[in-house]
């Protein structure tokens, strides 16, 4: 049956009925098994659901099964749904887009670990947002990577990665904890394999715990290679509407 909807800015849409409960057990089901195949324990990868276009209700009903770390890529979208369910005080909030510096501050207030610093300048503004911020532990963040050059995606390059590293973790109020890529939108996700391992690589020579990679099409293949943070929208909440 479809049922109608409200989407994140409140407009009434006619969508087929996405079964979110049934979506999250069947992803949590391949995380395991992917886990399984490289000796992994399912306990060392987080499943960070991708809620951008979504809204309050359907966040809720992933919450309600079980989810507790969901991400976004706009502050501003975002803004209304983390204050809507402020009353579920064990999300963790996780900003995994770009971040624009006249946002800082609010990203800061509202998220609790951002994925996608994709520049030292970003990283330094946001150190000095976090000094401002008396009073709170470092604020954990990911460095954002392009790990295969793409010209359209944000990051550093792979050979700027350890010199980014070893400047920002001089930085003060923001801790880095780990690496994080998008990566190219292909139709075998074998593929992108390299790309993970690459990311992979640079995270173990930069001694970092975090590796935030795989997303709907190739997350089985991220968590081969060692992803600890896998961010997943379509295969939970469905198609997005933009
Ligand atoms: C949208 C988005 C995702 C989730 O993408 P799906 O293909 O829907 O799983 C993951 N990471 C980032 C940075 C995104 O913007």
Redesign the pocket.
């Known amino acids: 049956m479809p049922k109608k909807v409200l989407n994140c800015m409140g407009a009434v849409l006619i969508s087929e009925t996405v079964d979110i409960p049934s979506n999250v057990k069947t992803v949590l089901g391949r995380i395991g098994a992917a886990c399984r195949r490289a000796g992994r324990r399912p306990a060392g990868v987080t499943l960070v659901a991708?809620s951008?276009g979504m809204g309050v209700s359907s966040i809720q009903v992933a919450y309600e099964a079980g989810v507790r770390h969901f991400?976004e890529?706009r502050v501003q979208e975002a803004e209304g749904k983390i204050t809507g369910l402020a009353g579920l005080t064990d999300i963790t909030w996780h900003l995994?887009?770009h971040l624009q510096s006249n946002k800082l501050k609010a990203a800061m207030r509202l998220f609790h670990i951002i994925?996608?610093v994709d520049s030292t300048r970003l990283a330094e503004a946001l150190s000095r947002q976090a000094t401002a911020m008396a009073g709170r532990e470092a604020f954990p963040v990911l460095l954002e990577v392009n790990v295969a050059r793409e010209s359209t995606k944000q990051g550093f390059d792979v050979e700027d990665v350890p010199g980014a590293v070893e400047a920002a973790s001089r930085l003060r109020g923001v801790r880095i904890v780990g690496l994080m890529a998008?990566a190219p939108a292909v139709d075998d996700p074998e593929e992108v394999r390299p790309v993970f391992r690459k990311l992979r690589e640079l995270r173990d020579a930069l001694g970092l715990a975090e590796l935030s990679m795989g997303?709907?099409?190739d997350?089985e293949a991220a968590i081969e290679e060692g992803a600890t943070m896998v961010?997943?929208?379509?295969?939970i909440f469905g198609p997005?509407n933009s």
Request: glycine share 16%; proline share 0%; hydrophobic share 35%.
């Open positions: 991708v951008k991400g890529n995994v887009g994925h996608s998008i997303m709907t099409e997350f961010r997943i929208g379509r295969a997005r």
